[in-house]
């Protein structure tokens, strides 16, 4: 059985909220210029809670992230 090792935590980051895609509200705390040791290419985002009608969802036309892959 492997021994657990509790870890402190160094830092929060506060995600900053933009606009992405077609006009949806993200938080997004990386890429963050206040974390210069991540990778660039590292996103996180979060949306939602959102409630859309039939009709009302935007979505995310080309952009420059087109074929990454994600991970939800």
């Given amino acids: 059985m492997a021994s657990?090792?509790?870890?402190?935590?160094?830092?929060v980051i506060t995600a900053h909220r933009q606009r992405e895609g077609?006009?949806?509200?993200v938080r997004r705390?990386?890429?963050?210029?206040?974390?210069?040791?991540a990778d660039?290419?590292?996103m996180l985002d979060h949306?939602?809670?959102?409630?859309?009608?039939?009709?009302?969802?935007?979505?995310a036309p080309d952009h420059p992230h087109r074929?990454?892959?994600t991970v939800t």
Avoid at 4 to 11: F, G, Y
């Fill in 47 to 59: 949306l939602g809670p959102v409630h859309y009608e039939p009709g009302e969802a935007v979505g």
């Fill in 4 to 11: 657990k090792i509790l870890k402190q935590v160094s830092r």
């Fill in 29 to 37: 705390p990386l890429p963050s210029g206040s974390l210069d040791y």
């Fill in 40 to 42: 660039p290419f590292l």
């Fill in 67 to 69: 074929g990454f892959e």
């Fill in 22 to 25: 077609g006009g949806f509200m």
